[in-house]
């Protein structure tokens, strides 16, 4: 039979199918040994972190072995002229909690609970925006760059340290920065600054447990405030509400508690260690009745587990005088970060809590590796994913 010889234009649309054929084939081809191939391994921003721990930069009256050889110190941030300085905090025991009798008490303040707390240094005020920024615009680095600035041996440890990406607004929302409390960052932001110093110093910084912190506050007082129970004092000891002009104030202005502590009681909020649940001082008190001795427990910890809610004390330049009491207890929120324009929102900063800040506590026993990365790294998987997310560059 005979066949019709194929016209120009049927040649040319069997070419295409074949061409179309070919480069399917091979795209198919290409991505087939593209999936065996595995994905190249992204490199970290931050160097590795040194095996061990950093050497102990030199400090007078940094060191103690007893309890009674603690003295105040001034210690220095490496790589600038921030100085910051710490308080010895005596051993002891104490009452957690307010009496059921206290004016503008709640119920998440008891019962009372016997608490012995271990001695530890404390910050005479809370931790600046001068001691802050150094860590979070790697002020440090940019110094030694600069040649402003020598290198120090602790430097390979400080520089592997997570540190907080750019905010989209200023964090001290206009309200200063020069010997201002820091303010807005979340606790985690905290507890890196915290590794951070701890790594450029090589002595260990942490926060506070919420006992430290009450203990400390209360300085040996069994008052509402640690000057007592007459809140007309107030103004000579704390920034709140109706004195602050709508915003936090210079740290160290205000009297002083009885172990020479500032703003224990107002200015800005300050972060603690412990997951906040109302019920947590009964459950200690379970603890001590089920102990045949009945004696207090030592230095208590109700370590977080989940984001919401942890804990903050001291109450803040936007509050009223009922919350800056030595045993009122503040839980975070979500709606701490409600402006916040990212998603997922910030692991550093919370775009509506400027009135939370923190300070530093260091401990006279000196923990194992594992109890410092305790309370210095995230329990949250979604925060380390992030972490390590911004690790590689990523936001």
């Known amino acids: 039979m005979h066949m019709p010889f194929p016209t120009t234009s049927s040649i040319v649309r069997i070419f295409a199918v074949a061409a179309s054929f070919v480069a399917l084939t091979s795209a198919t081809l290409a991505q087939e040994e593209t999936d ?5 391994q992204v490199q ?12 102990v930069l030199s400090v007078k009256d940094a060191v103690a072995k007893k309890p009674e050889e603690m003295k105040a110190y001034t210690d220095v941030i490496p790589g600038s002229d921030v100085t910051f ?21 709640n119920k998440d303040e008891g019962p009372q609970v016997a608490v012995a707390i271990e001695p530890f240094w404390m910050g005479k005020c809370e931790v600046t925006w001068d001691e802050f920024h150094v860590f979070q615009f790697k002020l440090d680095q940019q110094a030694r760059l600069k040649g402003t600035a020598k290198p ?23 309200m200063g920065i020069k010997g201002y409390p820091a303010v807005c960052m979340t606790q985690f932001g905290a507890r890196q600054y915290c590794k951070w110093l701890s790594q450029k110093t090589g002595r260990f910084y942490r926060l506070p447990t919420e006992a430290e912190w009450e203990y400390a506050c209360r300085a ?11 809140v007309d004092l107030i103004d000579d000891y704390a920034w709140y509400f ?28 300050e972060w603690v260690i412990d997951q906040y649940d109302k019920k947590f001082y009964a459950t200690l008190a379970e603890q001590i009745s089920a102990n045949p001795a009945g004696k207090a427990l030592v230095s208590p910890i109700n370590w977080p587990l989940k984001l919401y809610p942890r804990t903050v004390r001291g109450g803040s330049w936007d509050d009223d005088p009922d919350r800056l009491r030595s045993a009122s207890r503040r839980r975070s929120t979500k709606g701490w970060k409600v402006q916040d324009p990212q998603l997922p929102k910030s692991i550093w900063f919370l775009t509506d809590a400027s009135f939370v800040g923190f300070r530093l506590v260091r401990p ?8 410092m990365a305790k309370y210095w790294e995230t329990e949250v998987e979604e925060v380390f994913e992030i972490q390590q997310k911004q690790r590689r560059g990523g936001r």
């Open 44 to 55: 970290s921003v931050y160097p590795e972190m040194p095996d061990g721990v950093p050497p």
């Open 152 to 174: 120090t041996l602790q430097d390979p440890w400080a520089d592997a340290v997570s540190r907080p990406t750019p905010p989209y607004v200023p964090m001290d929302f206009g």
């Open 220 to 230: 040996g007082t069994t008052t509402a405030y640690s000057w007592g129970d007459d």
């Open 242 to 269: 109706d004195n602050a002009d709508d915003q936090y104030q210079q740290v160290g202005k205000k009297k002083p508690n009885p172990w020479g502590l500032y703003d224990m009681h107002g200015n800005v909020s």
């Open 36 to 40: 065996q191939k595995p994905e190249p």
């Open 85 to 105: 300085e710490m308080l010895p905090i005596p051993a002891g025991e104490f009452l957690l909690g307010s009496p059921s009798e206290e004016e503008d008490r």
């Open 364 to 371: 006279l026993k000196q923990p194992t590796a594992a109890e």
